[in-house]
């Protein structure tokens, strides 16, 4: 079943929530990719890993990213869902409202 977006006139259809600077973010990983990168594919983030999906070391590359992308600390980065899944659910704190609209 698909996830339903919280929808207002400045968030797209990738953020399901903004509150208080936290933000929920659709997440597809691409694990052992031949480069890191974080693009925006519509209506989620791509997160492409060099890592392998073992031991929690994609998961942790994708926190770097994200931290990266976003302009924040890896410490306000967290998944939320998904963890051993390629499809995610990512909560980021600190996120300026601008950055997404």
């Known amino acids: 079943m698909p996830i339903t977006p919280y929808i207002d006139t400045y ?6 929530s903004l509150e208080g600077g ?7 990983v691409k694990p052992n990719s031949k480069r890191d990168s974080v693009s925006d594919e519509g209506d989620l983030l791509v ?23 976003f302009g924040v600390k890896k410490s306000q980065v967290r998944i939320v869902s998904g963890h051993r899944s390629k499809e995610k659910i990512v909560e980021v704190l600190g996120v300026d409202e601008r950055f997404i609209s």
């Not at 968030?11 to 399901?16: C, G, M, N, S």
């Not at 936290?22 to 597809?28: G, S």
């Not at 997160?47 to 992308?69: F, I, W």
Request: aromatic share 8%.
């Open 22 to 28: 936290l933000v929920r973010v659709r997440v597809f």
């Open 47 to 69: 997160v492409s890993v060099t890592d392998p999906p073992r031991e929690g070391r994609a998961n942790k590359k994708v926190v770097e990213l994200l931290a990266k992308y």
């Open 11 to 16: 968030v797209r259809d990738i953020y399901l």
